[in-house]
């Protein structure tokens, strides 16, 4: 039977952490130390997950008898509205701030600079989704953590006239860590089936 309040609507909010990083337990709550929002984004996140497969034929069939999975791909993409030197250094891979690659980043008498991180220390991060109904009753409603993931996507810094935001438009692709799989949705117990 169908069920309109299974219907989730909102853009979500996204964290970002270094590699190693408690990861929340629950649905609700706040999120472990080390986890901080990244802010603002232009249209919201999205996430993306994808199967490669490979088919098995055989001479004497005219279907396809198996398909065997040859590889697996998650992304989260966001543009991020917030034109800090810090995002810009996550956006880089230079890693969040309590775990940052060397020689990136510095200051001035009234400036602070930014670098790429050399390729042998970019650094990976964690990424999270949080996600709260916000047109309904404010419960929480869904939740991922990302557990490992490299920015992997063309980095993009669109500048244009008018009412026009600058952004940092990036796709983080997730890795597996070592012992865990590449990430951990969370569901309410109302929206378990």
Known sequence: MSDSNKVKLGP???YVAQLGTTEPTSISGAWPAGWSQIGY??????????ITAEPVEVEEEVDVIENVVTGRSGTLTFSM???TANNLLIALNAGVSADRA??????STDNTWVEPPALNVIKRVMLGWDALDYNQNGDAFGRIVARKCLQTGSLSIPARK???????????TFEKPTGAQPFRAFFPNDLAS
Do not use: V
């Open 12 to 14: 979500g909010t996204l």
């Open 41 to 50: 984004t232009d249209a919201g996140s999205q996430f993306d997950y994808s």
């Open 81 to 83: 509205a917030e034109t």
């Open 102 to 107: 060397a020689n990136t980043t510095g200051t």
């Open 162 to 172: 008018g009412n026009n935001k600058r952004l940092y438009s990036c796709t983080f």
